[in-house]
């Protein structure tokens, strides 16, 4: 069955202490991998679209990378605003396959 | 602006009664989505639709229905029949041949 997991579940950061964030897969014939931000009450927000193993794309003090079987979003020198949820996705058809999330907090 | 808009923000559901949550995109987006999010779960698909006047089952339609008459408007009925239908439901579109997807706002659904 394909599967998505995050973790961890939780993570509290101080301001500007870097971190990664862990999305494991079993997506056969894997299409897309894609991050999220996710605010509380709000839709989920864009972030990346990984395509196959080795590649890498970075936003601000996001990067996100990609391996035949995880994903990481790594966050460096995290700021206040950047504490939400980090949802990761995978699809091999039209479908997304969603792991739960990671509820990030960063501290001032 | 571009985007996908959803209706209403917060609705109350009473007991038998069916409610109707809206979606529109002015993206052109081909393909168009419902999604149902609880806590602690991940996202799960409730209806999508690649095409006008044609729509599929997801994980979860037991007590969903939904009609795609038109490109720009996709939207979700909860029927009497859906026992537990408290939850934050998000609508999302992508464009044929492109695989992320893109999301609305969400409307938070209660349950009186």
Redesign the interface.
């Known amino acids: 069955e394909d599967q998505?997991t995050q973790s961890p579940e939780a993570l509290r950061l101080q301001e500007g202490e870097s971190s990664s964030l862990n999305c494991s897969y079993t997506v056969s014939g894997l299409?897309?991998l894609?991050w999220?931000r996710q605010d509380p009450?709000?839709?989920?927000?864009?972030l990346f679209?990984l395509?196959s193993a080795g590649e890498e794309k970075e936003k601000e003090r996001l990067k996100a990378t990609l391996t035949k079987k995880e994903s990481f979003l790594h966050i460096t020198a995290p700021k206040p605003e950047d504490s939400a949820t980090y949802?990761c996705?995978g699809?091999n058809t039209?479908?997304?396959?969603?792991?739960?999330?990671t509820r990030l907090q960063v501290f001032p | 602006d571009g985007g996908?808009t959803?209706s209403p923000k917060y609705l109350f559901r009473k007991e038998g009664q069916n409610v109707t949550l809206s979606c529109e995109q002015n993206l052109n987006h081909d393909?168009m989505y419902w999604y149902r999010q609880d806590p602690?779960?991940?996202?799960?698909?409730i209806y999508?639709s690649?095409i006008v006047n044609d729509f599929q089952k997801?994980d979860i339609a037991e007590g969903y229905s939904v009609s795609r008459e038109k490109k720009e408007s996709f939207p979700l009925t909860v029927t009497s029949a859906q026992k537990n239908p408290t939850a934050?439901y998000?609508c999302a579109s992508k464009s044929s041949g492109q695989?992320?997807?893109?999301?609305?706002?969400?409307t938070?659904l209660l349950v009186l």
């Open positions: 998505v299409r897309g894609f999220y009450g709000k839709g989920p927000e864009f679209t395509y949802l996705a699809t039209d479908k997304l396959i969603f792991g739960t999330g | 996908i959803q393909a602690g779960q991940g996202l799960r698909l999508y690649q997801g934050f998000l695989e992320t997807q893109y999301f609305g706002p969400g938070r």
